[in-house]
């Protein structure tokens, strides 16, 4: 079967983040879960997309990280789109449907970059007790300085657009560059929490811009370079506190400490019958080959 390397989030290479992208033969089912994590265990990157093709521009999703699979991965489902749109398997201008744990996701498909629907925006509560907050930021070597915008305190909190991660506000981009997690002791809080890590962020900036970090140890991902899921997440966290509009355009810079700068693009919309998140970018495919499974 066909497999990619594809660096999301970005038009150059090696930037962005890249993801393992396997195609599944027309017909044939996914293979076994443990076969699937040791293939992304093999090919290293944060997250691997197995894909099968469900019908026309219909297609069922799964994401695997070395170590267990996981129901949303942003970066690689923008990967994944990138490929099947080179491979031949879906047009420009098309929207898609994407099968996965989080929901079925709507795909737009467009010349130079791909923009999908993030699942159910969901919060699971702020973090805003002095002795947490203490162990949360120390966790990441910092000082517990909650930084405020808008006239409030941006309080930790767990939000979900597919996976739920804590948003912590750090005050500058000087303070966001000086974190440096306790890899196994953010592994056992993410688990207290029951998140899949820290996506910590600076407050927007006068242009709307925000510069990230995301830390997921508890996944064997000690930082990623960019993360769809995780700016879906922040897009409602600022959109509630009213540092987001709907209807804009919003740029989320991340990788920067990584040497892997990649922009993310979100847009928030209310219909009247609920809000819409959607994310996206645009990928770049590195290497392609076979698997022999």
Excluded: W
């Excluded at 093709?53 to 994401?63: A, V």
Aim: charged share 20%; net charge negative.
């Amino acid at each position: 079967m066909k497999f990619f390397i594809a660096d999301a989030f970005t038009d150059q290479l090696f930037g962005g983040n890249p993801a393992g992208v396997v195609l599944i033969p027309e017909g044939e089912d996914f293979l076994p879960e443990e076969t699937m994590r040791k293939t992304a265990a093999e090919l290293r990157y944060s997250e691997t997309a197995f894909i099968r093709t469900l019908g026309e521009n219909r297609f069922h999703l799964r994401y695997f990280t070395p170590a267990a699979e996981v129901d949303l991965c942003g970066h690689a489902t923008i990967a994944s789109f990138c490929v099947l749109q080179r491979e031949g398997l879906i047009e420009s201008g098309k929207s898609c449907i994407a099968h996965t744990l989080a929901g079925d996701l709507e795909i737009q498909v467009l010349p130079d970059s791909v923009l999908m629907d993030m699942g159910e925006a969901k919060t699971f509560g702020l973090i805003d007790q002095p002795d947490k907050l203490k162990e949360l930021y120390g966790v990441m070597g910092l000082e517990a300085d909650i930084p405020s915008a808008g006239g409030q305190f941006l309080y930790p909190e767990m939000v979900s657009t597919g996976l739920t991660d804590i948003m912590m506000a750090v005050k500058d981009r000087k303070t966001l560059t000086a974190i440096r997690p306790d890899f196994p002791v953010l592994s056992a809080l993410s688990e207290a929490y029951s998140v899949t890590g820290v996506h910590a962020f600076t407050v927007p900036d006068s242009a709307g811009t925000v510069h990230c970090r995301n830390f997921a140890p508890l996944y064997d991902i000690d930082e990623e370079a960019a993360t769809g899921t995780s700016n879906g997440a922040l897009t409602y966290y600022l959109y509630r506190r009213g540092l987001v509009r709907p209807g804009a355009e919003n740029l989320f810079i991340q990788g920067e400490a990584m040497d892997r700068p990649s922009r993310i693009v979100s847009r928030l919309t209310d219909d009247g019958e609920g809000l819409r998140i959607q994310v996206g970018g645009s990928a770049v495919i590195l290497a392609a080959g076979c698997i022999n499974l």
